[in-house]
């Protein structure tokens, strides 16, 4: 008989990224198997509408801490120091198991209940693929942390296979992370099934140089549709792109991005670092056919499902797009065959396989909250 799920989960995540999309359907759902969340929020602040979307989850308490994310600090001793205050607020709530959306927070062994790891990315990672060769000095101290905080949790998780087995040979970890996929459920309220958009769209961190928007940029001038892309520019480590030939929306809302993917454009990534995608998934569900870089992420979750095209080859990346827009049957069955592959990766199936993760690590008493009878 498998052991009960905790109670009370203490969980990290940030408002920068996917991250934070993914921890609110995850504890959405573990909301809906009777399991309490506090959410320790590094970083920077949330939007407004981030905090009406944290706040209509029952069951979740958001703490703002300002404390620095990893990839953001300066140096080894603030992410220690955010971990030991991670650690603490844990106690103080009473959680019976916190998951580290940022491992390096676990390197410090300042957890006193079940640390699960989930590894949605990381900066040797990151380099590996978007760069190739030795890391530079100054990102060593930081996979150096990440990879101290994966061999110190009690369970290391990661949303892909492909991504699983990257992180164990970058980190040199004795086991492969255990892989539950990322999920999203696309909302029932359907879509405009008889339009297919005439442009092609991406959204994400379009600042980060793994989503390769450059590549798009130049790919833009060899299509006779408009590209539209959504996301910052401008990221928090001052990282900086520019876009010439493209229609840029800026940031959007979760709604916002929803209604132009209902148009069902072509959507395109050619991500040369991709742990999961949940865009391209937000994508699928939407109807969209999808051309996407041949890397190994994405052809395990969508090969059969999608275009895959070189990461770093223009040409391929103009003309998969406009074949689909001169065969609308042809992108029809790839709008259909990314739609039915979605399904496999909805927020229950993800909830169940945390779900999993949780009660694998066995029932461990409740820490008492400070100050409690």
Avoid at 110 to 119: E, F, L, N
Avoid at 122 to 146: E, H, I
């Amino acid at each position: 008989m498998s052991a009960a799920p905790p109670r009370h989960v203490l969980m990290t995540a940030d408002a920068v990224g996917g991250v934070w999309q993914y921890a609110l359907d995850l504890i959405g759902g573990l909301s809906s198997k009777g399991v309490r969340t506090t959410l320790v929020l590094l970083g920077p602040s949330p939007t407004d509408e981030q905090r009406r979307s944290a706040a209509a989850i029952p069951g979740l308490a958001l703490l703002e801490t300002g404390l620095p994310l990893d990839w953001l600090a300066e140096g080894e001793s603030e992410v220690v120091e955010a971990g030991f205050t991670v650690g603490d607020i844990a106690r103080q709530v009473g959680a019976d198991l916190v998951q580290l959306n940022s491992p390096a927070l676990a390197a410090g062994d300042g957890m006193s209940v079940p640390v699960v790891a989930m590894q949605h990315s990381c900066v040797a990672t990151w380099w590996a693929s978007t760069k190739g060769g030795p890391l530079p000095p100054d990102f060593r101290w930081q996979a150096a942390m990440v990879g101290r905080g994966l061999r110190a949790a009690a369970a290391v998780v990661a949303p892909s296979h492909s991504f699983a087995s990257d992180t164990a040979l970058v980190h040199g970890l004795a086991q492969v992370p255990q892989v539950v996929h990322n999920g999203r459920t696309w909302p029932a309220d359907g879509g405009h099934d008889d339009e297919t958009g005439d442009f092609v769209f991406t959204a994400g961190r379009l600042w980060d140089e793994a989503k390769n928007i450059r590549l798009i940029d130049r790919a833009a001038t060899r299509l006779d549709v408009p590209v539209v892309v959504a996301g910052p520019l401008h990221g928090p480590n001052g990282a900086a792109v520019a876009c010439e030939h493209l229609r840029t929306l800026g940031s959007l809302s979760a709604e916002a991005t929803r209604e132009w993917l209902l148009h069902r454009p072509i959507y395109v990534s050619p991500a040369l670092y991709e742990p999961f995608g949940l865009a391209v998934l937000e994508a699928a569900q939407a109807g969209c056919a999808l051309v996407l870089s041949d890397i190994g992420t994405f052809r395990e979750i969508w090969g059969g499902a999608a275009l895959f095209v070189p990461p770093n080859d223009e040409a391929a990346l103009a003309e998969a797009n406009a074949a689909l827009v001169r065969d609308p049957q042809r992108r029809r069955a790839l709008e259909k065959a990314a739609q039915v592959r979605a399904k496999r990766y909805s927020t229950a199936a993800m909830v169940e396989g945390m779900l999993q993760v949780y009660r694998a690590l066995g029932s461990r008493p409740t820490v008492q909250a400070e100050g409690a009878a």
